[in-house]
């Protein structure tokens, strides 16, 4: 099983080809092509290549499938006792990118 921990929008990632995941919104059209290169570690059937702190010789391809809004997230803030409460919803700008390929030079 070949799998690739990777960093992207200021988070870390467990990638596995032919599955998509859900990434804070990157600025490219639909359809187009993306490649991550902060590859972290790498797990080919067991052959770890661990960075120092990214691995230079991996590169992952994916294609951008839509651009979406998460889930309603809830702010509420209150004060007891001082009459003040403040209700506040927030979602997520998403991009969600389909893994095509790890590819080892």
Do not use: C
């Not at 391809?61 to 702010?75: A, D, N, P, Y």
């Amino acid at each position: 099983m070949k799998y690739a921990i990777v960093e992207i929008s200021g988070r870390q990632f467990w990638i596995e080809t032919g599955k998509y995941y859900d990434f804070n919104r990157i600025p490219i059209e639909l359809g187009k092509q993306i490649t991550l290169n902060r590859i972290l570690l790498l797990n080919n059937d067991g052959e770890v290549l661990i960075g120092k702190p990214y691995v230079n010789s991996v590169i992952i391809k994916g294609k951008i499938l839509e651009h979406l809004r998460g889930q309603k997230t809830i702010i509420y803030k209150m004060r007891p006792k001082k009459k003040t409460r403040r209700k506040q919803g927030h979602r997520q700008e998403l991009t969600r990118v389909l893994i095509e390929d790890i590819l080892i030079n």
